[in-house]
């Protein structure tokens, strides 16, 4: 049995999923200040973007801790990863702000860590679906 296999798999990705999410969220919303003259990344975005990541971590916490997860709140949760790494992108690609290579760096990093948490929450999403029709 691989990892991808594993009973709690998805239940695992979701729980990671929250602790980076919640992690991050305080990150940016009490180090804004500090960040933005590295990465030219507005304070103000920083805040809101971090702000934002705390409710959402604290519902796949949930989502993770139930006993039985709902398929289509997991579709949710990979659906807004999915946005989050599409908007982050499309933020670089935009111009609407003047990062510095290392604000590029970090918004590449981020995007792609959330573009593989909602692969891996859709792998987890197919593998229980098989797991159960089998």
Do not use: K
Not at 58 to 71: D, K, N, S
Request: charged share 10%; aromatic share 8%; with cysteine.
């Amino acid at each position: 049995m691989s990892l991808f296999e594993a009973p709690q798999f998805l239940r695992r990705v979701l729980l990671a999923d929250a602790v980076i999410s919640g992690a991050t969220g305080l990150l940016l919303m009490l180090g804004a200040g500090l960040i933005e003259p590295h990465t030219g990344l507005p304070a103000a975005l920083l805040r809101y973007a971090g702000s934002s990541l705390l409710p959402f971590a604290a519902i796949v916490c949930y989502l993770g801790l139930r006993a039985t997860i709902p398929t289509a709140a997991v579709w949710a949760v990979i659906v807004y990863n999915a946005l989050w790494t599409v908007d982050s992108l499309v933020l670089l690609a935009t111009g609407w702000i003047a990062p510095t290579a290392l604000g590029y760096a970090f918004v590449i990093a981020q995007a792609v860590a959330v573009g593989a948490l909602a692969e891996l929450q859709y792998v987890g999403l197919r593998q229980r679906s098989r797991a159960s029709v089998a």
